[in-house]
Structures are given as C-alpha cells and as structure tokens.
C-alpha cells in the first residue's frame, strides 16, 4: 500500500537512476524507480544479489547521490540540502543498519551504540545509558564494554542495530539486520523494527533475503537489475 490520498509519504523516490563507472565502463545499476514508502508499514526490499537494495536504500537515505531523479524523506527534497544541512538531516531523522556493520573498532560496544546521541551534543554518560538500555532490549547489554572484535558476527549485528534505533529515528534503513541471527535474535530484531515502524510518523525498510521472517512485513518490494518487478503484500509465486 503506498501512501493514500491526502497522507504524506515517508519516502518519495521520483525517477530515480544510478549509475557507477568502473575503467572506461559506466553501468546503470537502478532505472528510473518510483516508489512512495507510507509511514506505518513495514516494507521489505527483496532481489537477487547485485539487483541493486543497498544501492537503492542508500540513496534513500542520504548516502548515495542518485545520478538522477530525486527523493523526499517527510516531505524534504534531501539532494536539494547542502551538505552540512544532509547531514544533519540524516543525523536527526535516520538510523541505518548497514550491511557491514561499520563499527568503529576502537571504542566498546555501548559507546558505538552511543555514538549518535554523542554526535548530537548529548552528554556521554546519559547516552552510555540510553545506549545500554537499547542493548538490553537486544539482550546484549552484558557485552557493553568489549571491542567490536571481540563479538560474535550476530552480536556486532544487535550493536549496529542498538546504534540505528537509540535516537529514535523516525526513518529506519536496514540492510539484512537478521542474516547474521537466530531464529530467536531476529524475531527479538523484528519486533523492535516493527515497534519504530508502526507508529504514524515512522517508516522502516528493510532489506533482506531472510525467508524466516517474509510473514512479518506489511509489503514486499521485489528488485531484479535495478527495476522494481513485484510490489504487494506477500513474496510473488515464483519466488
Ligand atoms: N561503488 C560501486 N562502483 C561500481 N559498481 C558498483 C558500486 N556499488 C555497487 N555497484 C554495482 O551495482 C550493482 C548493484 O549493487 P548493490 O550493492 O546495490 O546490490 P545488492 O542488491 O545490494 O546486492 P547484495 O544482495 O549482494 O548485497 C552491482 O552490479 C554492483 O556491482
Ligand atoms: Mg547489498
């Protein structure tokens, strides 16, 4: 369900394509997408490795500058912001689960957490403890004072995740937050999301080739080579 008369959409992406040069070679990786994400639901991107999800998403949030078209995050045209104005914006308004996780290797698990309520001015010991509160919710809150490289891939994953969602962002961007979980972990991660995601000011995307967890979106949006093929609430028939 995209967004209904009247509603402002979460997410606007007008015409969107991108396109990477490698050597003399430039690729089209996403065509022309359309896609209005409404606040409230649960949408899931879906598509072959390659068929360009992080590429897509990252562009929805502020990372990745589209070669053209243009995208609105409530109501904001974020490729029209300076710089500074960007980041802020991204800052402020969006959490993202990146694919690699990215934590910074020199701090421990509750300051990453803690890092965009420190990069928002709020003072460290109060963001330790909102960061460690997240990581309870996440049930990793006894691993708050190891390095990243001293967790488990599924563990440095809930911190990444406790870093997306201690500001409580009103735009969550996940690329699979449950690949590197149990069945267990990754409901506990999903019912998180779902609790950012279902108030009306809030969206979440996630993508993901979990088939655990296909039951739990609100829409599925299936990417193959840069064109959205599929947009309903369950996985086509011949997927
Ligand atoms: N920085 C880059 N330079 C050149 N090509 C790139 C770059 N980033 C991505 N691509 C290409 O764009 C296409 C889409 O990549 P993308 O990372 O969006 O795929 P994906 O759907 O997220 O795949 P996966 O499931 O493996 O994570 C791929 O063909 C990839 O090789
Ligand atoms: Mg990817």
Same mark, same amino acid.
């Given at each position: 369900?995209?967004?209904? =008369?009247?509603?402002?959409?979460?997410?606007?992406?007008?015409?969107?394509?991108?396109?990477?040069?490698?050597?003399?070679?430039?690729?089209?990786?996403?065509?022309?997408?359309?896609?209005?994400?409404?606040?409230?639901?649960?949408?899931?991107?879906?598509?072959?490795?390659?068929?360009?999800?992080?590429?897509?998403?990252? +562009?929805?949030?502020? +990372?990745?500058?589209?070669?053209?078209?243009?995208?609105?995050?409530?109501?904001?045209? +974020?490729?029209?912001?300076?710089?500074?104005? #960007?980041?802020?914006? $991204?800052?402020?308004?969006?959490?993202? +689960?990146?694919?690699?996780?990215? #934590?910074? =290797?020199?701090?421990? *698990?509750?300051?990453?957490? *803690?890092? =965009?309520?420190?990069?928002?001015?709020?003072?460290?010991? /109060?963001?330790?403890?909102? *960061?460690?509160?997240? &990581?309870?919710?996440?049930?990793?809150?006894?691993?708050?004072?190891?390095?990243?490289?001293?967790?488990?891939?599924?563990?440095?994953?809930?911190?990444?995740?406790?870093? *997306?969602?201690?500001?409580? =962002? $009103?735009?969550?961007?996940?690329?699979?937050?449950?690949?590197?979980?149990?069945?267990?972990?990754?409901? $506990?991660?999903?019912?998180?999301?779902?609790?950012?995601?279902?108030? /009306?000011? @809030?969206?979440?995307?996630?993508?993901?080739?979990?088939? @655990?967890?296909?039951?739990?979106?609100?829409?599925? #949006?299936?990417?193959?080579?840069? @064109?959205?093929?599929?947009?309903?609430?369950? &996985?086509?028939?011949?997927?």
């Amino acid at each position: 369900m995209s967004a209904a =008369p009247g509603q402002q959409a979460a997410i606007s992406v007008r015409d969107v394509s991108r396109d990477f040069t490698a050597g003399q070679q430039t690729i089209r990786v996403l065509h022309s997408i359309d896609l209005d994400v409404a606040p409230g639901e649960l949408t899931y991107l879906v598509g072959e490795s390659g068929s360009g999800k992080t590429t897509l998403i990252s +562009i929805m949030c502020g +990372i990745l500058w589209p070669t053209e078209g243009s995208v609105e995050v409530f109501g904001t045209p +974020i490729y029209g912001l300076s710089d500074d104005d #960007l980041v802020r914006f $991204r800052l402020e308004n969006i959490g993202f +689960i990146f694919q690699q996780y990215n #934590l910074i =290797p020199a701090i421990n *698990a509750a300051s990453n957490a *803690a890092v =965009p309520l420190i990069a928002r001015g709020m003072d460290r010991q /109060e963001a330790r403890e909102r *960061a460690v509160a997240m &990581m309870e919710k996440l049930n990793i809150a006894n691993q708050a004072d190891k390095l990243p490289n001293q967790l488990s891939g599924g563990q440095q994953q809930r911190v990444a995740i406790a870093r *997306a969602l201690v500001h409580e =962002p $009103r735009l969550v961007v996940c690329d699979e937050p449950t690949a590197a979980l149990d069945a267990t972990s990754g409901r $506990r991660v999903m019912d998180l999301l779902r609790d950012v995601a279902l108030a /009306e000011d @809030r969206a979440c995307i996630i993508v993901t080739h979990d088939n @655990r967890i296909f039951d739990l979106a609100d829409r599925i #949006l299936v990417l193959e080579d840069g @064109r959205i093929t599929h947009d309903g609430q369950s &996985m086509p028939e011949d997927h």
